[in-house]
């Protein structure tokens, strides 16, 4: 049984299906500023249902305040912002019910079992104990935490306490599914297992909006990606469309001495780079025209590789993604 609130909750949510809004999420000059700092500085976006999202940009770029407004924690200083086709001023716990978060702390109840946490949080959302207890065990199967359901929180690896927190973000059955920065800090197996979940959320239908530092989890999961720098939209599309649009298809990645960096850079001046400390890109059409570079610094560490949305980014931000 559906509680009332519930109930009113999918009912705001099915008016707004039936006015046919083409965006599950749209924003029109948004903005966010705390005091004289502008987090978010007048951004246009707008996402489509059953389909998956990144903002990507340095620390500092804005990219958790403009979740945070997605999900109704922080209010919009201006511009508008509707999820569901709602409102997230007029209509905030309207569209948290449709909402599944993660968020970028593993914010555990460490009193409670792994199952608890879930069963609990599922009183969020009006459902009853029985349908919980269901629930629990259907999700930790999904997440291959079946072995740990009785197991206390500090039992837990840092992987397993990010799958739960996955799990739970689940249990309300959400049509948006928002995860902020879901897979930092785990080790390649588990980031693997997690972005297997993630592409199988995404064939049922879930509509999946991510930051992320991991520039190949953007390519793996995102059919498109919003780069942001300083609060502001620096370039958005397809990580596809991204790649061909702002770099050549070829990349000789060189690391060198401080010194012989600088010598290089000025050496080949006609050929297209960017530059991190030790580590040089340089960018081409064509492999070939990188022989000149290798010859000359013979001894260096080497990589010739096809570009990547990371090159896009060290490019539209002047920064390395760390």
């Keep these: 049984m559906i509680s009332a609130r519930s109930a009113r909750t999918h009912d705001s949510i099915a008016s707004s299906d039936k006015r046919h809004i083409d965006m599950i999420v749209e924003a029109r000059s948004l903005t966010k500023r705390y005091g004289d700092l502008t987090a978010v500085d007048a951004i246009d976006f707008g996402f489509e249902a059953g389909r998956c999202y ?54 555990l109840d460490p009193d409670l079992s792994t199952c608890q946490n879930l069963i609990v949080y599922a009183r969020y959302f009006g459902i009853r104990h029985e349908d919980a207890a269901g629930k629990c065990d259907e999700l930790l199967g999904f997440m291959h935490l079946m072995e740990k359901a009785r197991a206390p929180i500090a039992a837990l690896s840092g992987g397993m306490k990010r799958r739960l927190v ?52 953007a390519q793996k999961l995102c059919d498109e990606v919003l780069i942001m720098n300083e609060g502001r939209k620096v370039d958005g599309g397809s990580p596809g469309s991204l790649i061909r649009k702002n770099v050549p298809a070829q990349v000789l990645e060189l690391r060198v001495d401080l010194a012989a960096a600088g ?13 991190s400390g030790q580590n040089l890109y340089f960018y081409s059409r064509d492999a070939a025209e990188f022989d000149e570079i290798i010859s000359a610094y013979p001894g260096a560490e080497r990589l010739i590789r096809p570009a990547s949305l990371e090159d896009v980014f060290l490019k539209l931000t002047g920064m390395e993604i760390r």
């Design 54 to 107: 990144g903002f990507v940009g340095p620390n500092g770029a804005g990219k958790t305040t403009t979740m945070k407004m997605v999900y109704c924690i922080a209010r919009p200083t201006a511009g508008t912002l509707k999820v569901f086709g709602l409102d997230v001023c007029e209509q905030p716990r309207e569209i948290k019910a449709g909402l599944g978060v993660v968020p970028q702390e593993n914010n």
């Design 166 to 217: 996955l799990a739970r973000a689940l249990l309300n059955d959400p049509r948006l599914l928002i995860l902020d920065e879901p897979t930092t800090g785990l080790d390649p197996q588990v980031r693997h297992l997690i972005w297997d979940k993630l592409l199988e959320l995404k064939e049922r239908g879930i509509t999946l909006l991510l930051t992320t530092h991991y520039m190949e989890e």
């Design 263 to 275: 010598e290089a850079v000025a050496r080949f001046p006609g050929m297209e780079h960017q530059r």
